[in-house]
């Protein structure tokens, strides 16, 4: 039984200005864009990064659940771990016995969907999926539409090594997500706690930054580091020797 990493969403003001900013800086491209959000009174856009992706959606209107994080949290930033498994049944069956409450379920043919409430996952909203057919890595995601490996673009970035999740508890945080996703709690290189999925790692880290508990950042596999500072450099979303800024998420690359 696996789980792997496979997408990220972001959330923010303006999608247009952080679309050109993951275009410029990461040399990514739109694969698609999901008509299906309006109903919840966003719009999207979606970039394949090798085969995972990251979704930035943003508030069409007021009073969404989007709009609500924007303002809770202080501004753009990170909004959803997505994962993919093999088998969704006992996925389903261990959050009913952790009795964690479901914010989206659909169980559809080709495609499962279950989001799992941030107020008892802690962190951030985590949603486990189940894609019918090719179970490969960079098999079919219905999120990302049909023809979303046109949009690859992999020159400056080929892939999603890790989720950084910050809180007040980090030890406390990671051993909630590992009663979840059923994955040993380890510790990385700088003693964080880590879960190790199938293909990246989700590291719990501790709120440094004063926007409290939530997503914040990303480490991304780099085919060319130099292009990727110097291109944050360029737009003024360089913060450090090692961080760029994109949608308010620190973004390394490793």
């Known amino acids: 039984m696996w789980i792997r990493l496979r997408q990220i969403a972001l959330v923010a003001r303006d999608l247009d200005q952080v679309t050109e900013d993951l275009r410029a800086i990461l040399g990514l491209e739109v694969g698609f864009r999901d008509p299906g959000v309006k109903v919840f009174g966003l719009q999207n856009a979606l970039f394949p990064v090798g085969s995972q992706f990251i979704e930035v959606v943003s508030p069409i209107k007021e009073g969404t659940a989007g709009g609500r994080y924007l303002e809770r949290r202080g501004g753009d930033g990170g909004y ?48 486990i999926d189940y894609q019918a057919g090719d179970l490969s890595p960079d098999g079919p995601w219905m ?15 080929r892939a999603i090594a890790a989720a950084e999740i910050q809180s007040s508890d980090p030890a406390g945080l990671a051993s909630r997500w590992s009663d979840i996703v059923e994955i040993p709690v380890t510790r990385d290189e700088k003693g964080n706690p880590a879960l190790n999925m199938e293909n990246a790692t989700l590291r719990f880290v501790r709120d440094e930054d004063g926007r409290g508990e939530g997503l914040g950042g990303l480490d991304l596999v780099a085919a060319d580091r130099k292009a990727m500072y110097e291109n944050a450099e360029k737009r003024g979303k360089r913060v450090s020797d090692d961080i760029v800024m994109i949608c308010g998420m620190r973004m390394r690359a490793v």
């Open 143 to 157: 999120p990302a539409g049909r023809d979303w490996k046109k949009a690859v673009r992999t020159h400056i970035v």
């Open 80 to 127: 959803m771990v997505i994962t993919q498994c093999d088998d969704h049944a006992p996925r389903k069956k261990r959050v009913a016995e952790l009795k964690i409450r479901k914010v989206l379920e659909s169980d559809e043919p080709e495609y499962n969907i279950m989001q799992l409430h941030p107020r008892d996952t802690g962190g951030s909203f985590l949603e």
